[in-house]
């Protein structure tokens, strides 16, 4: 019996991508898993500062975070910012994750970030 090698390569494919995708929104990639909380989740996030809301087209997203001594740090497009306390929306996300609202980091949006939702400590 000839194994189905192409079911098996299809399914790692589809596995390989899955994965990946799992990957990028654990890192804050700009736009990934965005359209997933948009309209429940994100378009009713407002800044504190009174800037409006937190969420520009596609900057919302979900990631990682983590405390470091006296502050929390975020994935934003794959590198850990550090995250102003005044940036921290006291709400609990839908999947019980990390949020991050932040502008491509590129140029002078280098560490810019408008909001986080954090998980709740447990």
């Excluded at 990946?20 to 500062?49: I, M, P, T």
């Excluded at 550090?82 to 980091?105: E, L, S, T």
Aim: net charge negative; hydrophobic share 35%.
């Amino acid at each position: 019996m000839v194994p189905d090698i192409t079911g098996r390569v299809a399914i790692n494919s589809v596995v390989s991508i899955f994965l990946s995708l799992h990957a990028a929104a654990q890192e804050g990639y700009y736009g990934v898993g965005h359209d997933r909380w948009h309209r429940e989740f994100y378009s009713k996030l407002n800044r504190n500062d009174g800037g409006g809301t937190c969420c520009n087209l596609m900057d919302c997203r979900p990631t990682q975070s983590r405390m470091v001594g006296d502050h929390y740090e975020v994935k934003v497009d794959g590198e850990w910012t550090p995250v102003p306390n005044d940036r921290i929306n006291n709400v609990v996300a839908p999947d019980g994750g990390a949020h991050v609202c932040a502008p491509r980091q590129e140029g002078a949006n280098k560490g810019v970030v408008f909001c986080v939702v954090l998980p709740p400590e447990g």
